[in-house]
């Protein structure tokens, strides 16, 4: 079987898949594009840039090509179009130079959608959501023309755009591609990796960037949890024991107490990849050893001064109070 058989077959699979999230994403579309962006929220408009933007993406990539094809002389034959492939068929005489425009023009149609649907997301008069979704669509569009795509050209037998904007006898426009290109995808990498450029994307998108906490980071919100825990074990009413840890890779505190002959705990560990806050519950009962409840609380995506984290921590508290003596060795699952 070829490749590029191999590749319909794909393309069909995802087409259907693509139907699934367009009847999702017209369901969600009130809670999607409101005010607020919650991590389902940025699932579905993610799936919604892949599987519905990129589509559209591929048909004006070979529509670009389909008019050059006529601005060349040449004669379109046949248009392929099954949502994550496409392809344009044609006739002519042409010269190396010809052939190089051909085939790199429907990269310049992808290559201007991508930095256009990033430069709208950045500067642009849109929402969160509307953000988010330019920019997972810009990010895709950008990363398959650069990358995806010249990779794939390199390892199959598909001569594809790439191979002959490579191979199309055009050294000095080649090379000049060659230039570009590379300076593209360094560009990319340089903001991937800018402060700058996260702190716009969180402030567009109100997402914190993932990143990993320096020491001082973590030290600076183990203090402000400490302080945080310090309240409220001044505040409830029976006696609540406070343990901060701050380490190299962690830091956190866990709030203990017993009310109902039960042990009760919670915990609220800053995880040192992203920054956010992770909150956990555990429940146990002396009268039955062995027997504990354990839960995801959830998470905090940002800093809140010590007064804000202590009122939400006695919120957690007050409810992991009311909980009654777990009846099963473990159990677990997400609040």
Do not use: K
Not at 61 to 71: C, N
Not at 134 to 147: A, I, K, Q, Y
């Amino acid at each position: 079987m070829s490749t590029f058989l191999l590749f319909q077959l794909a393309s069909l699979l995802l087409a259907i898949v693509s139907i699934r999230v367009l009847v999702t994403t017209v369901r969600a579309r009130r809670t999607l594009f409101d005010e607020t962006l919650t991590p389902a929220d940025r699932q579905q408009l993610s799936e919604a840039a892949f599987f519905l933007l990129l589509p559209l993406g591929v048909l004006l990539h070979e529509l670009g090509h389909a008019v050059a094809v006529r601005l060349a002389g040449g004669q379109v034959v046949g248009f392929g179009f099954l949502f994550f492939l496409g392809w344009v068929e044609h006739t002519g005489s042409y010269t190396p130079a010809e052939l190089y425009w051909i085939a790199l023009s429907g990269n310049l149609v992808s290559l201007g959608l991508g930095l256009g649907a990033l430069a709208l997301a950045l500067v642009g008069p849109f929402g969160r959501a509307v953000n988010w979704l330019l920019l997972v669509f810009g990010g895709l569009e950008l990363g398959t023309t650069l990358v995806f795509y010249p990779l794939l050209d390199l390892v199959s037998d598909l001569h594809g755009d790439w191979a002959t904007i490579y191979r199309a006898g055009t050294p000095l426009l080649s090379g000049a591609t060659a230039l570009a290109h590379a300076g593209l995808v360094l560009t990319g990498l340089i903001l991937w990796r800018s402060g700058r450029f996260r702190r716009l994307v969180e402030a567009r998108t109100g997402v914190r960037w993932p990143r990993r906490l320096t020491a001082g980071e973590r030290r600076a919100l183990a203090s402000n949890l400490s302080e945080a825990a310090e309240r409220v074990a001044g505040s409830w009413d029976c006696p609540v024991e406070a343990v901060t840890g701050v380490g190299p890779d962690h830091a956190g505190v866990a709030l203990r107490w017993e009310s109902g002959g039960l042990r009760r705990r919670i915990e609220a560990l800053i995880a040192p990849e992203s920054g956010l806050l992770e909150l956990r519950a555990e429940l146990d009962s002396p009268a039955m050893p062995g027997a504990r409840l354990r839960q995801r609380l959830g998470v905090l995506d940002r800093p809140l001064p010590p007064e804000d984290l202590a009122r939400v921590l006695i919120r957690l508290m007050e409810i992991v109070d009311r909980w009654p003596a777990p009846t099963a060795v473990e159990q677990a699952g997400d609040g």
